[in-house]
């Protein structure tokens, strides 16, 4: 069985910051895109940033709002969501994915999807 669990949501102050990692068990996901995605009370879910499989290079997409301020990266076993400069509009749920296809986890259209993490910025 496939499993995406995050882990390191919690809630901390505006500027500070949080690494979210996601784990993948059940298949192998080095080739596979990654990405996450979150969604604040009242929003529709929405794109945050996405890697590309190792076969791919690795390439890596943000979306703007949090351009220079997050990174996503991956290893072997997990990817990570590195948030610095954190402000209260980052808080979210915060979903991991996987798809074969980069394109189709920047779109939302992933087969692999985590239960989320819950990151809260205090103003």
């Known amino acids: 069985q496939v499993q995406l669990v995050e882990r390191g949501g919690r809630l901390v102050q505006a500027g500070g910051s949080l690494r979210l990692s996601c784990a993948a068990s059940?298949?192998?996901?080095?080739?596979?895109?990654m990405g996450w995605f979150r969604q604040a009370p009242g929003k529709e879910r929405e794109f945050v940033a996405a890697?590309?499989?190792?076969?791919?290079?690795?390439v890596t997409y943000y979306t703007d709002s949090v351009k220079g301020r997050f990174t996503i990266s991956r290893d072997k076993a997990k990817m990570y969501l590195q948030m610095n400069s954190l402000k209260p509009e980052d808080t979210a749920v915060y979903y991991c994915?996987?798809?074969?296809?980069?394109?189709?986890?920047?779109?939302?259209?992933?087969?692999?999807w985590g239960q989320g993490t819950q990151v809260t910025v205090s103003s």
């Open positions: 890697i590309s499989g190792s076969n791919s290079g690795g």
């Open positions: 059940g298949r192998t996901f080095e080739t596979y895109a």
């Open positions: 994915t996987a798809d074969s296809l980069v394109r189709t986890v920047r779109i939302g259209n992933a087969v692999y």
